[in-house]
T-cell receptor, first 112, second 112 residues
Framework: ETGVTQSPTHLIKTRGQQVTLRCSSQ?????VSWYQQALGQGPQFIFQ???????GRGNFPPRFSGLQFPNYSSELNVNALELDDSALYLC???????????FGQGTRLTVV | QQQVKQSPQSLIVQKGGISIINCAYE??????FPWYQQFPGKGPALLIA?????SEKKEGRFTISFNKSAKQFSLHIMDSQPGDSATYFC???????????FGTGTRLTIIP
């Protein structure tokens, strides 16, 4: 186990709704990154948070947003859900400047 | 733009054999290359990683071979076991940038 925990593990939402996913980073890690993994694909970088600020973003629209808290935990928020948002959402924590990133087990989001 | 290309998409190897997965990259700024192992319903787990100043790194049955001039790297799994059956992802990152760029994955099946 990596020490990175995500909640919930599974979630079903209706198109147009909003969703919040949560991540607790590994002890001592100050950077959190979020990835979207569609079925049969590799993870795609959404964004990263460091010192409670967004520090890099992938090719995702503004309806994907996030937060990082003083204890380094993080949230991913997705507004106006679309069917294509159905995926496994992964959180990874790391120590800034350290190359190793450790992933949580993910949250499986299904949009119907 | 896919910056990391991975092959094959799927691979079947007999128990005890050598499994080989290949990746090629385009961005010459990449200088950290990890491999991740992912089991169904789980997040990716860091397996082994290499930096381009070495041509090979070995950890147990897992070896990364790196060819900087060809911009290619590969994962070799020696004495493959049924427990190695999983999806493997190569990835790349620029030091100082926490974003990982993943390949599309290889589903490895080890048969008795």
């Amino acid at each position: 186990e990596t020490g990175v925990t995500q909640s919930p593990t599974h979630l079903i939402k209706t198109r147009g709704q909003q969703v919040t996913l949560r991540c607790s980073s590994q002890s001592g890690h100050n950077t959190v990154s979020w990835y979207q993994q569609a079925l049969g694909q590799g993870p795609q970088f959404i964004f990263q948070y460091y010192r409670e600020e967004e520090n890099g973003r992938g090719n995702f629209p503004p309806r994907f947003s996030g937060l990082q808290f003083p204890n380094y935990s993080s949230e991913l928020n997705v507004n106006a859900l679309e069917l294509d948002d159905s995926a496994l959402y992964l959180c990874a924590s790391s120590l800034v400047g350290n190359t190793e990133a450790f992933f949580g087990q993910g949250t499986r989001l299904t949009v119907v | 733009q896919q910056q990391v290309k991975q092959s094959p998409q799927s691979l079947i190897v007999q128990k005890g054999g050598i499994s080989i997965i290949n990746c090629a990259y385009e961005n010459t700024a990449f200088d950290y290359f990890p491999w991740y192992q992912q089991f169904p319903g789980k997040g990716p787990a860091l397996l082994i990683a290499i930096r381009p100043d070495v041509s090979e790194k070995k950890e147990g049955r897992f070896t990364i071979s790196f060819n900087k001039s060809a911009k290619q790297f590969s994962l070799h799994i020696m004495d493959s076991q049924p427990g190695d059956s999983a999806t493997y992802f190569c990835a790349a990152r620029t030091i100082g940038n926490e974003k990982l760029t993943f390949g599309t994955g290889t589903r490895l099946t080890i048969i008795p």
